[in-house]
T-cell receptor
Framework: GAVVSQHPSRVICKSGTSVKIECRSLDFQATTMFWYRQFPKQSLMLMATSNEGSKATYEQGVEKDKFLINHASLTLSTLTVTSAHPEDSSFYIC???????????FGAGTRLSVL | SQKIEQNSEALNIQEGKTATLTCNYTNYSPAYLQWYRQDPGRGPVFLLLIRENEKEKRKERLKVTFDTTLKQSLFHITASQPADSATYLCALAYSSASKIIFGSGTRLSIRP
């Protein structure tokens, strides 16, 4: 199956710093990527839909200035958590959708801990 | 808005038995219904997709059914093994271009 690489897998940072997470589709082109957040024992919460070459579409309640998304190429999308605070600590997961069929291939996730 | 309910938060099954997980939804039927597996601390992994005009799909020990009248999908794992222990997520999509909506998942434990 298609492979999606997400990096880093874990990051610990101080409050107030910004953190960038990368999501790459390794063996296919992804015109659309998705960013999710997941709290312990809960399901995935969609944060935003990222389209190559255009602005991301954010879900209701997600601050676009807080979670900056860039999808500059067909294989790379980035999520930057700006001025991170402890309440931003969570598990962030990206997915990329294959063309034609709505199957999502997920990255391994990034565990963000903000001190 | 669409609601997705997965039958139980946790399910414990004896090894070798068939595990059956349920996914119910409200409102109108999706074009695609999917099942994913998620292990702790990892991203979900796609397992099976079934379209609204399909009744059943199989892949090795996995079987998915889709009943648009009952607004329900059943996910079966036959001859279950301890390695099948994970959280299983049901997801709906209304077109090939739409976002997908996830259920809250069922945590399956297979005991030896």
């Amino acid at each position: 199956g298609a492979v999606v690489s997400q990096h880093p897998s874990r990051v610990i940072c101080k409050s107030g710093t910004s953190v960038k997470i990368e999501c790459r589709s390794l063996d296919f082109q992804a015109t659309t990527m998705f960013w999710y957040r997941q709290f312990p024992k809960q399901s995935l919460m969609l944060m935003a839909t990222s389209n190559e070459g255009s602005k991301a579409t954010y879900e209701q309640g997600v601050e676009k200035d807080k979670f900056l998304i860039n999808h500059a190429s067909l294989t790379l999308s980035t999520l930057t958590v700006t001025s991170a605070h402890p309440e931003d600590s969570s598990f962030y997961i990206c997915s990329a959708r294959s063309v034609g069929v709505n199957i999502h291939y997920f990255g391994a996730g990034t565990r963000l801990s903000v001190l | 808005s669409q609601k997705i309910e997965q039958n139980s938060e946790a399910l414990n099954i004896q090894e070798g038995k068939t595990a059956t997980l349920t996914c119910n939804y409200t409102n109108y039927s999706p074009a695609y219904l999917q099942w994913y597996r998620q292990d702790p601390g990892r991203g979900p992994v796609f397992l099976l997709l079934i379209r609204e005009n399909e009744k059943e799909k199989r892949k090795e020990r996995l079987k998915v059914t889709f009943d648009t009248t009952l607004k329900q999908s059943l996910f079966h794992i036959t001859a279950s093994q301890p390695a099948d222990s994970a959280t299983y997520l049901c997801a709906l999509a209304y077109s090939s271009a739409s976002k997908i909506i996830f259920g809250s998942g069922t945590r399956l434990s297979i005991r030896p």
